[in-house]
């Protein structure tokens, strides 16, 4: 069944196209024609990722690394009907990614293969289309059954939005806007936009206005100028300058947005128009102050993200985005590396709104490959092409700083990266001049590194290797410089082994699996763990807060991702770098990060306080905005702790009994927060939280709703395990089930999840549909609780 598409308003030609699409997880080779039977399919709307659907598997070719989760051949199908009044117009469909080698027909005519899944891509649909009644049908093979191909979990599928687009004739090339902003001052800034027109020979005379409209919608500033006349193009690049006066700057603490409009006028007509969002910023680093933005220092404090969300897998949802974002805003984040490979559009959007600056990187790997099946198998054929579409998509968004070309490429080692580098660096200049380019290095040897023999890079990236940095200068006199990636520190939620002064390098080296673990697949959440190539989180912010020089970090990872669960095989299948686990629930590091990267007051005492009688615990404590902190257990001080030259916790060594541990911090003798941490008793009720309780009736808004296992008097059971149920009434649904837990093999799409350590959550979705939706959790022995959300 197929409905006429209607386009609301006439002059914002893109329209979402993820409802009604039919999908087969398999493979047809007729499903490519327009006439072919697809009744039997499964109906479902885009974005779909058909991994996170699957079940864990320990012999999934892709392994651990990618989650254990099927990959495969998936078909998708549309039929859709155009309306009379899109005929003669010029109609394209836009695909923001598709994991991978993905084919598309229209009417069963063959349009292309794209197979980096990470790009977005264009196809003209024009002369191939159907009008009024006769159904046109797109058709899409998507093909991620060569594996393994990825070092992490990629999903399978067209994962992120699709969008029709019709344009009269005379419109704007994909991707053909370019706004930069040569000139700032305190009261006046210029702002150029070149504008690329996609139009055949003309008979009549056009006009292209330009405005910039403020964040109030105010027009500050309009160009206009006549069009080269018939005979002379079949398209043109249009170069406005207008200076605007008093301009509202860019910057972390103050995202400040303008739009471009652009407008083809015929007279007074419009044929077409688009609006281009960007922002009037200055970007510099130096190789002794390190970067500034605006002509203000500024340390750029970073965390590496790939690309899932969690129990949804690669399905992008701007919503589950954006509470990644704010999650990460409040411990103090400022930006964000694209680790490793282009993002979804609307991380680039919610960064530009949310104030983040963005290191958006283009490739994991060149012509040497890193898996079997990866992405150098098409390197000498899409390389080139993938990262100017890469460029020219992303180059608008004042969120974007730098652009990285590479994460530890293995070319590093030899010549062939030298003029790589040179022709990667050459590909971003011709497209974008103004930013900076750099690329992530894991040879600290300056002669044994040819990407940094090339002499191309303009901000060099280093991977690890902390103890090096105070040198840099030294090493590479003139050089700038940004850890592209660093700690490599592991943790789970919620749990703690003693001692915890003391530091493990898990695994203990690249080539023997680890055999001094911990027999459940834990590790401590003490910050005194990670990988052999790495170092814990105090570590190497001890020595990047330091010197001026280094201009920030990007630390591994903001939060646990799927796949490659280091350092623990089957059946781990999920990281533990996270400073965030894969449900969204902070670790304890991440109040370290609050209490360094922000000016709110923090006060984080942990662990839990349900142990053996007798037992010695070591008690941390985060905090700021004070000189001291006092402990206290059932009333009894502990004594005062302050830090000690670079420390950035303190500790006590406690011998256990029951009952409550307070913490009071202090400046100049003045209480500044407290803190309690009570003995919990036997589990008797579940507490559910929502991030949001009003949702959008669009069929993908979101609310996350967060279950604590709690005793009678309402504390955390922090090692509850308690199987919990759900059901949903109303207008939504069950996205998605968590609990953080890097080896549970239950599934992500189901009603039910045990708590982790005394948490779970389940991911709400509303319905196309106005309502009330209620949730109701329950667990055998516990109390059942509900909650209601509203959708409007």
């Known amino acids: 069944m197929c409905g006429t598409l209607t386009f609301a308003q006439e002059h914002s030609p893109a329209q979402n196209f993820n409802g009604s699409w039919r999908f087969f997880l398999g493979d047809d080779s007729l499903a490519s024609r327009s006439r072919y039977n697809d009744s039997k399919w499964r109906k479902l709307n885009l974005p779909h990722d058909w ?22 051949i998936g078909w998708y199908r549309k039929a859709f009907v155009l309306p009379v009044s899109a005929k003669g117009k010029d109609v394209f469909i836009d695909f923001d990614g598709v994991y991978r080698n993905s084919e598309v027909w229209i009417n069963g005519h063959y349009l292309g293969k794209r197979p980096y899944g990470y790009i977005s891509f264009r196809y003209e649909l024009t002369k191939y289309l159907y009008f009024a009644i006769k159904p046109n049908v797109i058709a899409v093979r998507v093909d991620n059954s060569a594996q393994p191909n990825s070092r992490w979990y990629s999903g399978s599928g067209i994962y992120r939005n699709v969008w029709l687009v019709v344009s009269n004739r005379h419109g704007f090339k994909n991707w053909g806007t370019y706004v930069t902003t040569p000139e700032i001052t305190s009261k006046s800034a210029t702002v150029k936009i070149l504008t690329s027109i996609d139009t055949a020979s003309l008979d009549k005379q056009l006009r292209l206005k330009t405005t910039i409209i403020d964040a109030s919608g105010k027009s500050v500033g309009s160009q206009t100028s006549i069009l080269p006349g018939a005979g002379y193009m079949v398209g043109c690049n249009q170069l406005e300058e207008i200076k605007i006066t008093d301009p509202q700057l860019w910057s972390v603490d103050h995202p400040y947005l303008y739009k471009v409009l652009s407008q083809v006028l015929e007279g007074d007509k419009v044929l077409n128009s688009r609006t281009t969002t960007f922002g009037i910023r200055s970007l510099n680093f130096d190789e002794h102050k390190g970067f500034s933005l605006n002509g203000k220092p500024m340390k750029i404090l970073g965390v590496c993200l790939h690309h899932d969300e969690g129990a949804l897998g690669a399905t992008v949802n701007v919503h589950a985005i954006e509470r990644q974002l704010k999650i990460l805003k409040e411990m103090g984040c400022n930006a964000i590396r694209t680790s490793h490979n282009p993002p979804a559009p609307e991380l680039l959007d919610l960064c530009d709104k949310m104030g983040f600056l963005v290191m958006d990187e283009a490739f994991d790997m060149w012509k040497k490959k890193k898996t079997q099946n990866d992405y150098h198998l098409d390197w000498d054929k899409w390389h080139r092409t993938d990262l100017e579409d890469q460029i020219k998509r992303d180059r608008n968004h004042p969120s974007v700083f730098m652009w990285s070309i590479g994460n530890e490429i ?18 971003v200049k011709a497209y974008d001049p103004t930013r900076t380019v750099t690329s992530a290095l894991t040879e600290t040897d300056p002669k044994k590194n040819n990407i940094y023999q090339s002499g191309a890079l303009d901000v060099l990236g280093f991977n690890y290797h902390h103890e090096l940095y105070p040198d840099f200068p030294k090493n590479y006199p003139g050089q700038k410089f940004i850890a592209a990636e660093t700690m490599s520190a592991l943790a789970t939620r919620g749990h703690y082994d003693m001692p915890s002064d003391s530091i493990r390098r898990w695994p203990h080296n690249g080539k023997d699996p680890l ?8 590790v401590s959440a003490y910050d005194n763990v990670s990988a052999y190539w790495g170092s814990t989180h105090e570590e190497t912010w001890k020595v990047i807060k330091k010197y001026d020089f280094l201009s920030g970090l990007f630390v591994w990872t903001g939060f646990d991702y799927l796949g490659e669960p280091t350092p623990y095989p089957w059946p781990a299948r999920s990281s533990y770098f996270g400073i965030v686990d894969l449900a969204g629930f902070p670790k304890d590091a991440y109040y370290m990060y609050q209490s360094e990267w922000t000016n709110k007051p923090v006060l984080h005492i942990f662990p839990h306080w349900n142990w053996q009688p007798g037992k010695t615990v070591d008690v941390w404590a985060y905090y700021n905005c004070a000189d001291e902190v006092e402990l206290f257990l059932n009333g009894r001080s502990l004594g005062v702790k302050k830090k000690q030259g670079d420390d ?19 400046l100049n003798g003045k209480p500044v927060l407290t803190q309690e941490i009570k003995t919990a008793g036997k589990a008797a009720h579940l507490q559910l939280i929502a991030d949001k309780t009003k949702l959008k009736a669009d069929g993908t808004d979101l609310s996350y709703i967060t279950v604590k296992v709690t005793d009678a008097d309402g504390n955390l059971v922090p090692d509850a395990d308690n199987m919990i149920s759900f059901k949903v009434n109303g207008t939504g649904f069950i996205a998605g089930v968590d609990n953080g837990s890097q080896t549970s093999l239950e599934p992500f799409k189901a009603s039910y999840r045990k708590a982790f350590n005394g948490l779970c959550l389940a991911i709400i979705q509303s319905k196309n549909q106005k309502g009330k939706i209620n949730i109701q959790a329950s667990s055998p022995g516990l109390q059942t609780t509900d909650l209601t959300i509203i959708a409007y």
């Open 51 to 72: 991994s996170i659907e699957g079940k864990f598997d320990e012999k999934a070719p892709g392994t651990t690394n990618e989650a254990a989760l099927p990959g495969g």
């Open 410 to 427: 293995r070319e590093q080692f030899d010549t062939t990266g030298i003029r790589i580098t040179k022709e990667l660096v050459g590909i």
């Open 515 to 522: 055999k001094d673990g911990n027999a459940d697949m834990t």
């Open 648 to 666: 950035l916790h303190v500790m006590w060594r406690v011998k256990y009994e029951p009952g409550t541990l307070k913490a009071i911090s202090r």
